[in-house]
């Protein structure tokens, strides 16, 4: 069974810190990787794609990169911010499945503190 | 645009009601998807459709149904409300079309289901 696996769980980190959050996948064949974010109460909100040709893509202070040799991806956050405080769920496209089926990772949850 | 819109937000349910989630997206996406959402999980995928009238379930689609007579809306029906359908529920839309790998999927801000 295809799965999605984060780490870690839950992050604290202080202000202006940076920090990296995990993905392992074990969907295959590779198509596509997103990172959303997912704020308290809102849906998920794609932060970034990434594609098998791909090894680091960045959006403002975020950067993914990935390693599809080895199924990992990760997301670093540079100079966290309060606002970056949310779930960040990295999402696998499975193309074994139909209608764009995707499988989700369980979340990691940071926390932002002054 | 509005995007993907959800009612309610939240809603408490006696065990044995029924109650529909409704789900309206205005950026014309063929594509819809129920999911819901437990605590520390992944989602999972309940129903989905790829176009109105068209559905097909997903990975737990039991205790649920869905129709889709318009493009734009996607109910999803609860009968016999039970304690393990406690969950927020989350919509999403996409517009797939051959050979695109890269649709991304619009996600409503959720509805936040107990049933007790």
């Known amino acids: 069974k295809n799965q999605v696996e984060q780490s870690p769980q839950s992050l604290i980190i202080l202000e202006g810190k940076n920090c990296t959050l995990q993905c392992n996948y074990t969907v295959s064949p590779f198509s596509n990787l997103r990172w959303y974010k997912q704020d308290t109460g809102r849906g998920p909100v794609s932060l970034t794609i990434m594609t098998f040709s791909e090894n680091t893509k960045s959006n403002g202070r975020y950067t993914a990169t990935l390693d599809a040799d080895t199924k990992q991806s990760s997301l670093h956050i540079t100079a966290s911010q309060l606002s970056d405080s949310a779930s960040y769920i990295c999402v696998v496209r499975d193309p074994g499945r139909a209608g764009n089926m995707l499988t989700f990772g369980g979340g990691t949850r940071l926390m932002v503190k002054p | 645009n509005a995007g993907v819109t959800q009612t309610p937000k939240f809603r408490i349910l006696k065990i044995g009601q029924s109650m529909t989630l409704q789900c309206t997206q205005d950026m014309n996406h063929n594509y819809m998807y129920w999911y819901r959402q437990d605590p520390g999980m992944g989602l999972k995928l309940i129903y989905y459709?790829?176009?109105?009238?068209?559905?097909d379930k997903g990975e737990v689609p039991n205790g649920y149904n869905v129709s889709r007579s318009t493009t734009e809306d996607f109910p999803l029906r609860l009968e016999l409300a039970a304690p393990s359908q406690t969950s927020v529920y989350f919509c999403?839309?996409?517009?797939?079309?051959?050979?695109?790998?890269?649709?991304?999927?619009?996600f409503g801000p959720g509805t936040r289901l107990t049933v007790l």
């Open positions: 999403a839309s996409s517009y797939l079309f051959d050979r695109a790998p890269y649709n991304e999927q619009f």
């Open positions: 459709s790829v176009g109105a009238g068209i559905t």
